[in-house]
């Protein structure tokens, strides 16, 4: 079974804080994705890696970055967390081409920026 | 961009009724997938197709490339049947980065 892991479930950081997301994958997958989901809006792409060290952005980039050091990690930073990005967090990881072969979810981050 | 709308938003039905969740998009696409998500976050996979119909237990799910529409059925309905439902789609030639676009999803209450 492919598995898929978050490094927090729950997470409460205060405005300005510079906030982590990590996570894990066990399956040699190539793409690793970053999402957030909100109601009313579905979930949306923040990020994207194809490989180690290669990103792209996706829909709202605006005040993440990522890091894909390993092929198995795939971490999502805030750089200066706002209340904006209260919100839950969900990585996904699928084999190449991206939306050809179906996404693995982890169990999810709720974020609360204060 | 593909959009991607699902119908109904929110259904509640009673236990053992007959469900059908709709989605349509507006390019043509290689593949869509309908996901379902249980209160908690947790988002599995249910299906993946680009012809035809596809049957899993009691879920089935049906897809007509020219009318661009999807549907999930879920017959003999049970309380645990009851999470959101999100279709996404990939366009030929991406759909953004990661090539998927998704709808915003059907919430489903099953009563018992």
């Known amino acids: 079974d492919v598995k898929v892991t978050q490094s927090s479930r729950y997470l409460v950081k205060r405005t300005g804080e510079k906030v982590f997301l990590e996570c894990v994958q066990d399956m040699d997958h190539e793409n690793m994705f970053w999402y957030r989901q909100d109601p009313g809006l579905g979930l949306r792409l923040i990020y994207f890696s194809y490989d180690v060290k290669m990103k792209e952005k996706g829909d709202i980039p605006e005040g993440y970055s990522v890091s894909r050091e390993k092929k198995e990690r795939f971490s999502l930073i805030l750089e200066s967390a706002s209340t904006n990005q209260t919100s839950m967090y969900l990585c996904?990881?699928?084999?190449?081409?991206?939306?050809?072969?179906?996404?693995?979810f982890g169990p999810g981050t709720r974020l609360t920026v204060t | 961009k593909n959009e991607v709308e699902q119908s109904p938003q929110n259904l509640t039905a009673q236990e053992g009724e007959f469900i059908t969740i709709n989605c349509s998009y507006s390019?043509?696409?290689?593949?869509l997938h309908w996901l379902q998500q249980h209160p908690g976050g947790g988002i599995v996979s249910l299906f993946m197709l680009s012809s035809g119909k596809k049957k899993h237990g009691r879920l089935i799910a049906t897809i007509n490339i020219q009318e661009k529409h999807s549907s999930l059925h879920i017959t003999a309905s049970h309380p645990r049947d009851s999470a959101v439902y999100i279709c996404a789609v990939r366009t030929f030639g991406g759909g953004g980065a990661d090539g998927l676009t998704f709808g915003k999803g059907t919430h489903l209450i099953i009563q018992p």
């Open positions: 996904a990881s699928s084999l190449n081409p991206p939306g050809v072969y179906e996404q693995y």
């Open positions: 390019v043509g696409i290689s593949a």
